[in-house]
């Protein structure tokens, strides 16, 4: 069998080579010598154009980064992918296996496989510590590619085979930017409060830091706060639901239990084993005190069954489990080695939160291969660094580095993009990202600063978001360019079954804060959507294009400007584009079907102003066998005032 590789083969190393549909050369590096002999130089990449680097920041995040030559690949790249100059593509991923986690840094010489915190009691073993494979569309190569990964390590399941999170379809707030540390129960239900009052309450809640009885960043039990939260948690969890229609609660807490672990004399804790770690300067934050305390390995189950077992009696429904990269900070290689000891607190976590909670979990601070290796059944991250209201030069930034990351990412598990405040100048870009992302919706919004008309257009009138039934990708010719620090259009891309849904941004930054950027898009930017010509529906502006898949249309955005386009193919002379007042109102359309050769029925989750194209004008329309107006337009545009009520069947109906 071939063992086909873009570079020399490494020494004392076996290259296993799979098949697989859909991608070639498909190769497995396993390395048979002690754990001393890496690094290992792998060489450059024959054939290598522009590549894409996802790679880790800090301990708990990762971002793209663009080049044309390995000595520009960061250390700590967790993905590379990169154009060859023949055609095609070709990806390397580093894993984590047999206690080690290995990643890619680059060299003036070329592509080093690196690696950290081998087990010793497995040293003497195998670990297979790289893939390699190539193919022809970079977005199936990395998905197959990771699913390929999954069969043979068994130690992780990607996405698609594991349950999603029910939270994750409801419109949810979150009281971190709201309040910070200084959250209190006072805070929540004032916050709830008005939310109520403006129309649009959450579905779901995220008590964020500052909740827990702590001391010194350290965690003193179970229980909250005794002056933020005098009558407890669940008080205030039963008032949240009775009151204010929350479904679902969810709690944070750090890993470790707070930032710094927990307090080994808090009558709480002291049950519990535990490392009480001075850090070294290797692996010491700048900075932060030396000491750290983190339940022993061996009690980590037994914690979180304790700690779940207690927030769950207390009416908690999930939890955003944070500082999970910092781990190493907690650890030292000689005795308790990193990875291994991710692994084990995994386990005990996942498992935990699937008795207790049925798996809905959100995890956080936690795009490491430890984690990401080990993800079993949680099924949606955190996918970048936080989203920051007060720094300007993140806002483009967070959009950006989030569509990117999701190339990697969205096969391990749902990419979450963060919350986001309503409040902010730059609302409506970060609102714009979120409805085409296909992860959660969730806001930050201090109570009565939200902005509940932005809000409608993003949810149901029952709490429900209009989301992407997938997560959302940069366009093709989008994967190799860095649109943060040049002035470059940047275009996302998904779908809603047979309806694309084609995101436009201007995420540049510069020193005089950005500038205009100007592009083409096409209704082909959208991947496999089917059909021959398609209407083109731009949400902002209202215009209405008809065009070929390949055809180009320029557009031009301000900083942070923003454009969502959907890209709905013309069958029979019609388009649908669904609610014209959401942001991603083809959402909304669960069925559409054409039950005569003239007639057409639509199911829509909810009604509102529905839009389509059309080449002649219908002589029927009916809302739940009612009579409803068609409001034409000359290009073809129609729109058809629905009433606002959930479940909503529109038929259609023209003459032959």
Known sequence: MSKSIPFPSPANVRLETVPCDGIRDATFF???QPATDIPVLLGPIAGQQRHLAIARINPWSLAPHFGQNASVVPDETMMLLWEKETGGYGVLIPLVHAGQRAWLGGTPDGIELRTMAWDRAAAAGPATLLFSAEGDDPFDLV???IEVISQQLRTFRTRTHKEMPSWVDWFGWCTWDAFYQEVSV???LD???KARAGGVPPRFLILDDGWQD???????????HPEKFPNGLAELIQRAKDEYGITMFGIWHALEGYWYGVDPDSPAMRDYRYFDVTQTAHNRPQDEPARRVLIHPDDSARFY?????ALRAAGVDFVKVDNQGSLDHFLNEDTTPPTPTMRRYQEALQSAAAHHFRGETLHCLSQTGDVLFHLESGNVMRNSEDYYPRRPETQGLHVFANALNNVFMRSFCLPDWDMFQTSRPEAGFHAAARAISGGPIYISDKPGEQDFELLRKMITSDGRVLRCAQPAQPTQDCLFVDAYTQPHLFKIQNRNASIGVLGLFNCHWDADGGQ????QCRAGDVRDLDGDRFACYHHQS????????DEPHDITLSPLGWELVTVAPIQRGVALFGLADKLNGSAAILRQVWVTPDKLEIELREGGVFALYVDRAPVSAQADGEPVKVEMYDNGLARIPLPVRLGVNLALEWTS
């Not at 702590?214 to 909250?224: P, S, W, Y």
């Open 30 to 32: 396993t390395f048979d």
């Open 143 to 145: 998905e197959i590619s």
């Open 186 to 188: 006072d805070g929540v």
């Open 191 to 193: 916050g709830l409060e």
């Open 214 to 224: 702590t001391d010194g960043r350290m965690l003193q039990g179970v229980d909250a």
């Open 305 to 309: 069954h304790d700690y779940y077992r």
């Open 516 to 519: 205009p950027v100007s592009g």
């Open 542 to 549: 209202g215009k209405l294009i008809i065009t070929a898949a």
